[in-house]
């Protein structure tokens, strides 16, 4: 059983930063793609970030420059470092991978970006 379990985020005031962490159980962690998602209220889920097994990276334009996405394959771990947060990044974070045919998100962690 796959299971994805986000924590980290809060309220935080523009200019700050968070760390999000996702733990990952059930599967062979250092072979998988590992993303990072968010939905803002009205609207839909948006990529934010990716890091492979291999720990190439990619992220959305919105958020280049700003975040950086890592893992710990002895821990089971994938985070999202997030600085310079503006307000407009407040939203719902999940982490989310695919094992085959099957896709599995987390929970969701808030992030509120706000003075």
């Known amino acids: 059983q796959v299971q994805l379990g986000e924590s980290g985020g809060g309220l935080v005031q523009p200019g700050g930063s968070l760390r999000l962490s996702c733990a990952a159980s059930g599967i062979a962690f250092s072979i998988y793609s590992m993303d990072w998602y968010r939905q803002a209220p009205g609207n839909q889920r948006e990529w934010v970030a990716t890091i492979t097994g291999s720990g190439r990276t990619n992220f959305a334009n919105s958020v280049k420059g700003r975040f950086t996405i890592s893992r710990d394959n002895a821990k089971n771990m994938v985070y999202l470092q997030m600085n310079s947060l503006k307000p407009e990044d407040t939203a719902v974070y999940y982490c989310?991978?695919?094992?085959?045919?099957?896709?599995?998100w987390g929970q969701g962690t808030q992030v509120t970006v706000s003075s």
């Open positions: 989310k991978t695919t094992v085959g045919r099957n896709t599995y």
